[in-house]
């Protein structure tokens, strides 16, 4: 099983992106599935995580109320739509997925399957 994420680009504070992960390869089941990013210089950091089933989403505080996280099990895709961009959310985005029973978690070690990245820079 492959992840593939895109969508990122360069956009201006305030603005809205989409990012997807697609998944692709082996037979396939709805996982379990997270978004992570890291900054220049940072360390990687959880951003939002969804269910198998998709009925719920987990967001981490700094962008709780901006970000929504959602599946397309027919089109074997997640997306993380990404509305007042703010500078601090310049990264590099990775999609995750836990090929396993149990529980979403914020957890980087959880999951097993990584996409490549995606770039999103936001400027003034």
């Known amino acids: 099983v492959q992840l593939q994420a895109s969508g990122g680009g360069l956009v201006r504070t305030g603005a809205s992106l989409t990012l997807s992960c697609a998944q692709s390869?082996?037979?396939?089941?709805?996982?379990?599935t997270a978004w992570f990013r890291q900054a220049p210089g940072k360390d990687r950091e959880f951003v939002s995580v969804i269910s198998s089933s998709g009925d719920s989403a987990t967001y981490a505080d700094s962008v709780k109320g901006r970000f929504t996280m959602s599946r397309d099990d027919a089109k074997k895709v997640v997306y993380l739509q990404m509305s007042s961009l703010k500078g601090d959310d310049t990264a590099i985005y990775y999609c995750?997925?836990?090929?396993?029973?149990?529980?979403?978690?914020?957890?980087?070690?959880?999951?097993?399957?990584w996409g490549q990245g995606t770039l999103v820079t936001v400027s003034s």
């Open positions: 995750a997925a836990a090929p396993r029973d149990g529980s979403p978690t914020i957890a980087a070690g959880y999951y097993t399957i």
């Open positions: 390869g082996g037979t396939f089941r709805p996982y379990i």
